[in-house]
Structure formats: structure tokens, C-alpha cells
């Protein structure tokens, strides 16, 4: 069964939160709230945050500058993938 759609993340705590009875076992069962998993996903937004936030002013060689970024955005993306926050209630 796909939780997609029952499991959200919280945007403050970067906890997950279910929104079925299943939903909430699966996050309790599997320990989705381990600290580790938590602090993972609360890094990983701050980098998306800094990713499509901030704006990047080049001096100099832009194809370095554009490499770094790079590999910085494909380190971000082996991290956990961005969980869509919790609905609105």
C-alpha cells in the first residue's frame, strides 16, 4: 500500500505524521521519528532551502561555481526524499 497520501511531514519538527490509524503505525512500527531521521530530514530542508533560496553572485570562474553547486545538489539529493508537509486542519 502506498502511504503517500496518509504520511506527512511536519515543516516545523520535521516529524512525520500520519493521518490514518496505518499511517501512524507504520511510522511508530518502523521508527520513521528515530532522531537520526528526523535530524536527516531537518538538514535536508535546510539545504533545499539554501538550494532555491539563495541567490548566487559569481566572480570569477562561473563552470567552478556551477560545479560546486552541482555536487552539492546531488549530495542533497541522496539524502531522504522531500515529504509533502502536513496538510492544513
Not at 567552478?64 to 542533497?76: F, G, K, M, S
Request: with cysteine; net charge negative; charged share 30%.
Amino acid at each position: 500500500m502506498d502511504y503517500g497520501e496518509q504520511i506527512f511531514e511536519n515543516p516545523d519538527t520535521h516529524e512525520l505524521v500520519g493521518v490514518t490509524p496505518a499511517a501512524r503505525w507504520h511510522i511508530r512500527v518502523c521508527g520513521l521519528n528515530a532522531d537520526h531521521l528526523v535530524q536527516e530530514r531537518r538538514r535536508r530542508a535546510r539545504h533545499w532551502q539554501t538550494l532555491k533560496g539563495v541567490p548566487v553572485k559569481v566572480k570569477g570562474d562561473y563552470a567552478r561555481v556551477a560545479d560546486l553547486i552541482e555536487n552539492y545538489r546531488e549530495q542533497v539529493e541522496l539524502m531522504i526524499p522531500e515529504i509533502p508537509p502536513e496538510p492544513l486542519i
